[in-house]
């Protein structure tokens, strides 16, 4: 089971820190993504994690602003998003996959519920 939780109301130009608590398996393994879904729109990939933390993936949107993280020991993945735009508004979602690391052509087979970020003016 993956929790996400940390999302809220921001400013344009804020920060927020995601965070996704594991439970009921280890997920140390895995590899962890996010996912965003804004109104009216397709979830879409974020960023993902391997296993190790050793490689980071981004979308273009998010690259440069946000970072993922994850503490192994904790069973926990974390997303730190600075310089929150409007287009940021969205449902985060985490995301763990035993295999691949997650991405918009590898969805991965474990999700959470997501946590809500709104982002205004």
């Known amino acids: 089971q993956l929790q996400a939780s940390g999302g809220g109301s921001v400013q344009a130009g804020g920060s927020l820190r995601l965070s996704c608590a594991a439970s009921?398996?280890?997920?140390?393994?895995?590899?962890m993504g996010w996912f965003r879904q804004a109104p009216g729109k397709e979830r879409e990939f974020v960023a993902a994690?391997?296993?190790?933390?050793?490689?980071?993936y981004y979308a273009d949107s998010v690259k440069g602003r946000f970072t993922i993280s994850r503490d192994n020991a904790k069973n926990t993945v974390y997303l730190q998003m600075n310089s929150l735009k409007l287009e940021d508004t969205a449902v985060y979602y985490c995301?763990?996959?035993?295999?691949?690391?997650?991405?918009?052509?590898?969805?991965?087979?474990?999700w959470g519920q997501g946590t809500l970020v709104t982002v205004s003016s």
């Open positions: 994690i391997t296993w190790s933390g050793g490689g980071t």
């Open positions: 009921g398996r280890t997920f140390g393994n895995y590899a």
């Open positions: 995301a763990a996959d035993p295999g691949q690391v997650p991405s918009s052509r590898n969805l991965p087979r474990y």
